[in-house]
């Protein structure tokens, strides 16, 4: 079993719980670089993590 923790994306702008990348749900590039969408683990809201 694996110990390391995932790498964090940031946090959710509603409840402040860290995102990692175990919650990602879509991943796309734009102009400006990659963007994602994430299912916070506490809340459960779907967020841009920032």
């Known amino acids: 079993m694996s110990t ?9 702008p509603f409840c402040h ?3 990692t990348t175990t919650d990602v749900i879509l991943e ?3 102009e ?3 963007a994602v969408y ?4 506490e ?3 779907v967020v ?3």
């Open 28 to 30: 796309y590039e734009t």
């Open 17 to 19: 719980t860290e995102i």
């Open 4 to 12: 390391t923790n995932p790498p964090s994306l940031g946090t959710c």
């Open 48 to 50: 841009n993590p920032q």
């Open 32 to 34: 400006t670089g990659p």
């Open 43 to 45: 809340c459960r809201d």
């Open 38 to 41: 994430a299912e916070c683990p």
